[in-house]
């Protein structure tokens, strides 16, 4: 980063929305460094060794909402309380399934409307 300058630096004690483990496990305590830059990264760090942990940059935010936040449920007001995710991951599980029977019903019976009647020429 040698045109950015260090913008601020954060010690997380506790998981937030852009630094959690829900579906693996993430370290604490880790420093947040933020820089000027124009891709405005963020470095965390473990605050016991100093090893770099991951570099997030604002794409990599925007991602974190639309594939973990949309595609895995990881809003921070479900991780908080797993049976709740557990709950909305079911219903949202069962509701596809119930979308794609329908899909394979409504598939059949076209195809057996179009299908020509035994004994005729088609």
Avoid: C, N
């Avoid at 829900?22 to 305590?29: A, G, Q, Y």
């Avoid at 594939?67 to 949202?92: E, K, N, Y």
């Amino acid at each position: 980063m040698p045109d950015a300058h260090l913008a601020r630096a954060e010690r997380l004690a506790a998981y937030d929305a852009y630094w959690y483990a829900h579906h693996d496990t993430k370290p604490l305590p880790v420093l947040r460094l933020v820089f000027d830059d124009p891709a405005a990264t963020w470095f965390h760090v473990d605050a016991a060794t100093g090893e770099l942990l991951d570099r997030l940059d604002r794409s990599g935010r925007i991602h974190r909402w639309l594939f973990a936040g949309l595609h895995r449920l990881d809003f921070p007001v479900l991780i908080g309380h797993r049976p709740t995710w557990d709950l909305a991951q079911w219903l949202l599980d069962g509701l596809g399934l119930v979308v794609a029977l329908t899909g394979v019903v409504m598939g059949w019976r076209r195809l057996r409307r179009l299908r020509p009647a035994a004994g005729t020429r088609g």
